[in-house]
Structure formats: C-alpha cells, structure tokens
C-alpha cells in the first residue's frame, strides 16, 4: 500500500516508524514531515487546509490510505472531504471531532451519559464569569471551548488572578474566536493519566496508556506545555482503576457517541484524572498524544496499518493488539525558552554521534535536515524514547543520549518518569 501521513510532530515520526514496519507498507509520504521523518518517508510541503491539493496528490501518487494527525485537519473536515472523494482515511469525521474542537459540546456530551467529571458552568459574557467567580471559592480551572494547542486551560487559585484571565479570553480575545465561550471548572486533585482507544462505528478496543509529564519544570511546576516527557506503564494503575475506566468512562462513551447518532472512525485519547472518587475526565481528543504517541508505539507489536485500516472498515472486531512487556520511558527536548520565546535553526551537532542501540529511538518534532544536517525549526525539538526492563533502565538510557546530545541550545525536564 501507498500511504501518506499527514503532520509534522514526534507523533507523526512514531506513527511513520511503525508504518514503516508494516508489511503492507510499500512507499510511505508525509506531509509536511521533518528533519527526521524525512530519512524514511518521502516528504511534501503542501498546505493541508487547502483540501483539493491534499486530494490530488493522493491520486497523483496512487496514495491507499492516509493518516492524519494533528486535530486541526481533522477539525477542518480533511477526512470526511477525502472520504467522500472515496479515498481511504483513518481520523475522525469533523462532527465527531467536536469532542477534542468544542470543550462545551464534549462535557454536555459527559453530563448527558453521566460520564464522571469536573463540575462546571460555561460563560460567554465577561461579568457574568466575574460574577461567578466572586461568589465561588478557587482554585478556578478555566478552558477556552475551542482549539488553543494546548494553550486554552488557565489554573488560578485567586479570584482576581482568574477574572483577568476571563478579561482576556472574553473582553481582549487573547484566543480569538476560540475563546467565545469559556468553562469554569471544579478543580480536581489526583494523577493525570492518557488513555488511548480505537473507535470504529460498531466497537472499542483499548490500546495503551501513558502518563504525561505537561509542566514545563521538574516536580510539577510552571507553565502547561504540550507535553515534556511520558512513560507506560505505571504502578500507579492497577487493574481496579482500569476496569473503572473501561466501566464507567470507556463504555458509556462508545454507548454515547452511539446514542448520539455519532460515528466515530479513529483513536480517541481519553484526558483522565484520577481522584480519590475514582477517574474523572478532563477532556477527550481525538487524536494521539504526544509525547504519548512515541512511548505507545514503541510497545506496538502488531500491524498497524492493519489496526488502523480495520477502524477505517468497521473490522475492529479482527483486531487484536499486541505489546512488547518492556516499559518505555520519553523525554522531550525543546528549544531554550519553550514555550514562550526561543530561538531557531540552531545545529544540533551531535545527534549523529548518536547510535539508536539499546532500545533507544529517537522522533523528531521541530527540525529540519540541511545538507544532511538536523537544526532546530521548532519549540518541541526531539524526543528521546528507551524501552528497558525497567522503569529505571530506560530512564537512564534516555538521560545518557541527552548527555552525548549536549544540545546547547536544549532544554529538557530531569525527573521524567520518577
Ligand atoms: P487540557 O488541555 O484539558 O488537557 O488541560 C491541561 C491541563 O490542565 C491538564 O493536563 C491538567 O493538568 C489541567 N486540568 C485541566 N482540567 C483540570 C481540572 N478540572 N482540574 C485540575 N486540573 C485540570
Ligand atoms: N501530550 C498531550 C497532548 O498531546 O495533548
């Protein structure tokens, strides 16, 4: 099969690993790809959002099946446009994005299929919030409804913190028509874990989970990143909490999205938090993680394209998902000052120095190759990934290539996975 990936992240690097493996491959594309995913897929720089574009380069090169990535295609309608146009897709339609694009629609849709949750109220008008929030007590969890690349959620434990928080959102339109309605949010305490699931229009099968490690600092602190380094699995999740989740967060999903007259073709990511009350959502996506994606496709020992071409064919039922026992550990480098200011097209000089032996892989996000060399284009630069008997082996595998990477310009969390 031809098959064209479309995005440029560690995600799509993972996913263009895996591909690769797959006996079905015969030529993998990506559009636009990067500094790495270019060594082994043939890379096009085309603008996604012009959909007809994408179209006829799928028939200019015969392309099987796509792949999409990023949420935002999806949200543009790339699937349903190409679908329609009858080429094979794996990403959901655009209504059934509406879980990850509309952070309203996706907690009416929980509070409709009483799927555990944060408590919350939605605000489109400025005092009305400020109201709200003068009469409540905090911390204040506020989410932007639309998509803000992983911008869109503010945690203040003051009042007057968090009404300029909704000055800015309602009033100033820091997030644009993404931020026209807002949630207030209970504040939940516990563990954060990802859960991932394929979905096709008659089944549900769980793939992996990973914890993830979203602050900028070591021990939890700063600012929210897209995600700074993961692992899988963890002690921290015991066979109770799991059948939790597939009882009461999995199941009445599928159930609802059923009822709802939603079909959804893809993986759906299942945000979680797990409190003393049991496991919560705090958002669907509708799509991969990342650095999630890169630990879970490490540990993904069956075909692929196979699984992903059985979600796209209502088959899910002949899938049967294998993993490799050994853990897997990640850690993200980012460019110095991510993910406020930073600097780009630095050289990364050592990374053919680097052997990917010992279980490590290592996926790009931000670079570019020149002349055979990789420089920085980007705030997430690379992602270490080691798999290892333990925990702790393939944390320290990770540690020692960063080590031999010596990336001046790189900066990266010490304490992934402890
Ligand atoms: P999201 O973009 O929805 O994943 O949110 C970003 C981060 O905000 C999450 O990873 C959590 O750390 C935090 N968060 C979101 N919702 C809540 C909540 N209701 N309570 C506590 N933390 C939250
Ligand atoms: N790492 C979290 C995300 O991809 O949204």
Redesign the pocket.
């Known amino acids: 099969m031809n098959i064209l990936v479309l995005g440029n992240g560690g995600r799509e690097h993972a996913l263009c690993w895996k591909i690769k493996q797959s006996p079905k491959c015969k030529s993998l594309y990506c559009i636009p790809g990067n500094g790495g995913i270019s060594s082994i897929a043939k890379c096009f720089v085309i603008d996604p959002r012009k959909k007809s574009d994408i179209y006829k380069f799928c028939i200019k090169y015969l392309i099987d099946f796509v792949v999409i990535g990023p949420e935002t295609y999806l949200e543009q309608g790339l699937s349903d446009y190409l679908i329609k146009r009858n080429i094979a897709v794996f990403g959901p339609s655009k209504q059934a994005s509406k879980l990850e694009t509309s952070k309203v629609f996706s907690k009416q849709f929980m509070k409709k299929f009483n799927i555990p949750t944060?408590k919350y109220s939605k605000f489109t008008n400025f005092e009305k919030a400020k109201q709200y929030i003068d009469s409540n007590k905090g911390p204040f969890?506020i989410?932007v409804s639309g998509l803000a690349a992983?911008k869109?959620?503010l945690?203040s434990t003051k009042s007057d913190e968090a009404i300029k928080n909704c000055y800015e959102i309602l009033i100033q339109k820091k997030f644009g028509n993404a931020g026209n309605q807002i949630l207030i949010?209970?504040?939940?305490e516990g563990f954060?874990i990802s859960y991932f699931i394929y979905v096709d229009k008659k089944n549900y099968l769980p793939i992996d989970y990973a914890l993830d490690h979203?602050k900028l600092f070591d021990g939890e602190k700063g600012p929210?990143t897209g995600g700074m380094g993961a692992f899988t699995p963890s002690n921290k999740i015991n066979s109770e909490i799991e059948k939790k989740i597939l009882k009461e967060i999995i199941d009445p999903t599928f159930q609802g999205l059923k009822k709802s007259n939603i079909t959804y073709r893809g993986v759906l990511f299942l945000?979680l938090?797990v409190t003393n009350n049991g496991p919560k959502v705090?958002?669907y996506n509708v799509r991969f993680g990342d650095p999630e994606c890169q630990v879970i496709m490490r540990r993904y020992k069956s075909d692929i394209i196979k699984d992903l071409k059985n979600v796209s064919n209502d088959k899910l039922n002949l899938s049967k998902l294998k993993k490799i026992s050994e853990p897997c550990l990640c850690v993200v480098l980012t460019s110095k000052g991510y993910p406020l200011k930073f600097r780009k097209n630095i050289l990364i000089k050592n990374l053919n120095k680097i052997q990917n032996k010992d279980g490590v892989e290592i996926f790009h996000s931000g670079t570019k190759k020149n002349m055979d060399k990789i420089f920085s284009s980007g705030g997430r630069v690379l992602t270490i990934t080691a798999t290892g008997k333990s925990i702790k082996i393939a944390r320290k595998r990770v540690y020692s290539v960063l080590k031999k990477l010596n990336w001046k310009n790189g900066f990266f969390r010490k304490d992934i996975g402890k």
Do not use: R, S
């Not at 949010?185 to 939940?188: G, Q």
């Open positions: 944060a969890v989410k992983g869109g959620v945690i949010e209970e504040y939940l954060e979203k929210n945000g938090i705090i958002e």
